[in-house]
């Protein structure tokens, strides 16, 4: 009698030990699981983050004022929009303004970035600014690499080396500020110049 009970005593521990491990193993696999699902959801989440979720080709698009008429345009070759911070990435874009109070500007690079809900439209490598001429004020010019276009103000500004014609007059220096509103130009630092007399008239 003795030597059977200890038989099913035995295989009693023998089956709670084989219960245990298979509880564990569950356990182990469910949270295995919760961790790889929890890992798949970072991913999913992080994704609208670094990846652009819609982009243009050969786009043309027409920034309205609150009174609902066109302040600038904006066109290029591809425009790509960024969700983490609504921001814009735009190939060989061509910036015009459409105030008729003001002289026509346009601008143009070979890549821009727009950014704090449209209000700035940052122009990178080969920028250029042209303003045609009014009244007094002479057609001018502004290359830089770098320049800052802020639409809604009619400002342009950079921190970066610029070249400045107007007419005759040509102006280097570092750090610019032109305002369209004002018609006023300010160079910050290392201002050079250049003016050339004009050919008088016989």
Known sequence: MSNHSGERAAQRIRIGIVTVVLIALAL???WVLQVMQRSMDDKLSDRPRTKPDYYLENFHYVKMALNGTPRYDISGIKMVHFPADDSFEVTKPVVH???KERPPMELYS???RITDEQTKIHMY???NATRGASGKSQ???LKSEYLLLLPDDEIVKTDKPVEITMGTTKLNGTGMVANNATQE???LSSVRGYYEPQARKR
């Open 97 to 99: 303004s459409l105030t």
């Open 139 to 141: 057609p001018m010019h």
């Open 125 to 127: 490598g080969n920028a």
């Open 28 to 30: 182990g696999s469910f």
């Open 110 to 112: 070979d890549t821009a």
């Open 185 to 187: 130009v300010k160079l």
